[in-house]
């Protein structure tokens, strides 16, 4: 009786560390990240973007896209002051996120903007602004709005 116990206890034994094993391996493959399930970095291609209708200009040229994306930012809003300058910002999965340092009457000024990368057009973000009115409170709240986006062009537009 005790050797049936035993063989018992060990053919118990032997298949638990089985079933452990097995669960590992396939515990293992689910972390392993397939095609399907990796979401692909939206590309960010130097040249220009721009938007131009309804009397609203917009040109960005996107002059070196490395760990610190810079270009040129141009805004011709209907019935107000235009003010053209550079930019230098980071891009975040699809967000891309920096300073835009510029002249408007004069006077130099910077402010964040940032613009979600989606489908080879730039949208750009709006949210609420810190008490300076330079830089967004939360940046993980901004709301990107396609109303006017700026698509992918050949760098001959003036703004």
Do not use: H, W
């Not at 391996?25 to 392993?32: G, Y």
């Not at 590309?43 to 973007?49: A, I």
């Not at 408007?104 to 000024?109: I, L, M, P």
């Not at 080879?120 to 709005?145: R, Y």
Request: charged content about 25%.
């Amino acid at each position: 009786m005790k050797k049936i116990t035993y063989i018992f206890l060990t053919a118990l034994l032997i298949v638990s560390c089985k079933t452990k094993t097995e669960k590992e391996n396939i515990d293992s493959q689910a972390d392993t990240p397939t095609m399907d399930r990796v979401k692909q970095a939206p590309s960010l291609e130097e040249g220009c973007y721009a938007y131009n209708a309804n009397g609203n200009q917009i040109v960005f040229e996107i002059t070196d896209v490395s760990v610190t994306v810079l270009g040129n930012l141009s805004y011709a809003l209907k019935e107000k002051d235009g003010n053209k300058g550079t930019f230098a910002g980071t891009l975040n999965d699809s967000v891309l996120l920096g300073k835009y340092t510029f002249m408007s009457e004069g006077k130099q000024s910077t402010r964040e903007v940032a613009f979600l990368v989606e489908d080879g057009q730039l949208i750009e973000g709006f949210g609420e602004l810190d008490s300076t009115g330079t830089a967004f409170k939360n940046i993980n709240v901004l709301s990107f709005s396609s109303y006017m986006p700026l698509s992918k062009t050949e760098c001959d537009i003036e703004p």
